[in-house]
């Protein structure tokens, strides 16, 4: 086995292999490095473990430097991508990271692979290479969301409807009576509608979007390759709910949902949810992620993300939980001090992005 990095020429070699593995996330493809390159200031470095000449195990790693030093940080969202059962594998992936990390003065590799708790294992072969897991007590501050919802795609497009809760098939149906429409077919022009309903949930429900230049950079790389898709509930000629989605191999991801304050009453999220899930079964995807959910099962009034986990849940998607970040600390003294000043670290980050991009939100 050897490891090596994977150059431009190669990308179909890496995104074949991303997309077929169990573990595989559009946010280890080529693409999405380009993305974050492009809008976010970051650096991919994509290192793969090469076994007969075929990938065994892959990092798309993105670098970013720290404000004022020579030090970076080191992340693969949603990554790395291997039989987390070869410790082989894992050693040697893990090993060449930390050389590139002496090259690039990197002080820490930040992890947070798709790999549920139920899996316990994994937790033991990371520790045993180096890594320390990072405490999340509310399970949706990390860089990824821990809990999330799933759909299984497996049955017939009847009895994913008929798995809905009755309430959900009566939504969906009574957008349908009502005269929603649900555009798929949309083009670049519609992105500026899309965000404008974006301005409008983040202003209704209190959090922040990145700048609009960040989805045009989704649109000309994900939505182009085909791995993103826009799509706009319309009523009376007005856009009133859309979502952008991600799919990637056999992967359907809902990613980001925005909605009018105007004809709430005609239930157009329902109707929007199950036209993307119908898309994902016809694109033969097995899975539909409804992405970040509140972490707690028994559900309390003053839980702010209940209601996502109950609007999902309606759907018959199933509550799932990942073993959540891990950090491959390489300098102790830096990563104390990033540990102990990370928020005012990431303010830095954040500001820097918003100068340079006109964002106003955004993770690591």
């Given at each position: 086995m050897q490891v090596r990095e994977v150059l431009e020429s190669e990308r179909e070699l890496w995104n074949g292999f991303v997309?077929?593995?169990?573990?595989?996330?559009?946010?280890?493809?080529?693409?999405?490095?380009?993305?974050?390159?492009?809008?976010?200031g970051w650096r991919p470095i994509r290192l793969a473990v090469e076994d007969g000449g075929g990938i065994v195990?892959?990092?798309?790693?993105?670098?970013?430097?720290?404000?004022?030093?020579?030090?970076?940080?080191?992340?693969?969202?949603?990554?790395?991508?291997?039989?987390?059962?070869?410790?082989?594998?894992?050693?040697?992936?893990?090993?060449?990271?930390?050389?590139?990390?002496r090259q690039e003065a990197a002080i820490l590799f930040k992890i947070d692979p798709p790999i549920t708790t139920e899996d316990s294992r994994v937790v033991s072969l990371l520790e045993e290479v180096g890594f320390?897991?990072?405490?999340?007590?509310?399970?949706?501050?990390?860089?990824?969301?821990?809990?999330?919802?799933?759909?299984?795609?497996?049955?017939?497009?009847?009895?994913?409807?008929?798995?809905?809760?009755?309430?959900?098939?009566?939504n969906i149906r009574l957008a349908e009576r009502k005269g929603v429409r649900v555009r798929s077919s949309c083009t670049k022009d519609d992105l500026q509608p899309f965000y404008n309903l974006l301005k409008e949930t983040a202003r209704r429900d209190r959090f922040l979007i990145r700048g609009y230049d960040y989805y045009e950079c989704i649109w000309d790389i994900l939505v182009e390759a085909g791995y993103a898709k826009l799509f706009l509930a319309e009523y009376e000629g007005e856009a009133i709910a859309g979502a952008l989605s991600f799919i990637?191999?056999?992967?359907?991801?809902y990613t980001y949902g925005a909605s009018s304050n105007r004809h709430r009453n005609v239930m157009p999220n329902h109707l929007l949810q199950w036209r993307m899930i119908e898309w994902a079964k016809e694109s033969?995807?097995?899975?539909?992620?409804?992405?970040?959910?509140?972490?707690?099962?028994?559900?309390?009034?003053?839980?702010?993300?209940?209601?996502?986990?109950?609007?999902?849940?309606g759907f018959g998607a199933r509550f799932v939980e990942y073993i959540g970040e891990f950090d491959l600390p390489f300098s102790h003294a830096w990563y104390w001090a990033w540990t102990v000043g990370r928020p005012c670290a990431t303010a830095i980050l954040k500001s820097l992005r918003r100068r340079r991009t006109g964002a106003v939100s955004g993770d690591l």
């Amino acid at each position: 086995m050897q490891v090596r990095e994977v150059l431009e020429s190669e990308r179909e070699l890496w995104n074949g292999f991303v997309a077929k593995s169990p573990t595989g996330d559009l946010l280890q493809s080529f693409e999405w490095g380009e993305l974050k390159r492009r809008s976010g200031g970051w650096r991919p470095i994509r290192l793969a473990v090469e076994d007969g000449g075929g990938i065994v195990g892959a990092a798309s790693i993105l670098k970013r430097r720290l404000p004022r030093s020579n030090k970076c940080i080191f992340y693969a969202p949603r990554g790395p991508v291997c039989d987390f059962a070869d410790r082989q594998v894992l050693r040697l992936l893990t090993d060449a990271v930390r050389a590139r990390a002496r090259q690039e003065a990197a002080i820490l590799f930040k992890i947070d692979p798709p790999i549920t708790t139920e899996d316990s294992r994994v937790v033991s072969l990371l520790e045993e290479v180096g890594f320390v897991g990072i405490s999340d007590p509310h399970g949706f501050g990390g860089v990824q969301p821990r809990c999330v919802m799933q759909l299984d795609l497996e049955p017939s497009i009847d009895e994913l409807l008929a798995n809905c809760k009755p309430k959900w098939r009566y939504n969906i149906r009574l957008a349908e009576r009502k005269g929603v429409r649900v555009r798929s077919s949309c083009t670049k022009d519609d992105l500026q509608p899309f965000y404008n309903l974006l301005k409008e949930t983040a202003r209704r429900d209190r959090f922040l979007i990145r700048g609009y230049d960040y989805y045009e950079c989704i649109w000309d790389i994900l939505v182009e390759a085909g791995y993103a898709k826009l799509f706009l509930a319309e009523y009376e000629g007005e856009a009133i709910a859309g979502a952008l989605s991600f799919i990637f191999g056999d992967k359907c991801w809902y990613t980001y949902g925005a909605s009018s304050n105007r004809h709430r009453n005609v239930m157009p999220n329902h109707l929007l949810q199950w036209r993307m899930i119908e898309w994902a079964k016809e694109s033969g995807c097995k899975v539909y992620d409804f992405r970040g959910v509140s972490p707690k099962r028994d559900w309390s009034a003053d839980d702010p993300l209940s209601g996502l986990n109950r609007f999902k849940e309606g759907f018959g998607a199933r509550f799932v939980e990942y073993i959540g970040e891990f950090d491959l600390p390489f300098s102790h003294a830096w990563y104390w001090a990033w540990t102990v000043g990370r928020p005012c670290a990431t303010a830095i980050l954040k500001s820097l992005r918003r100068r340079r991009t006109g964002a106003v939100s955004g993770d690591l």
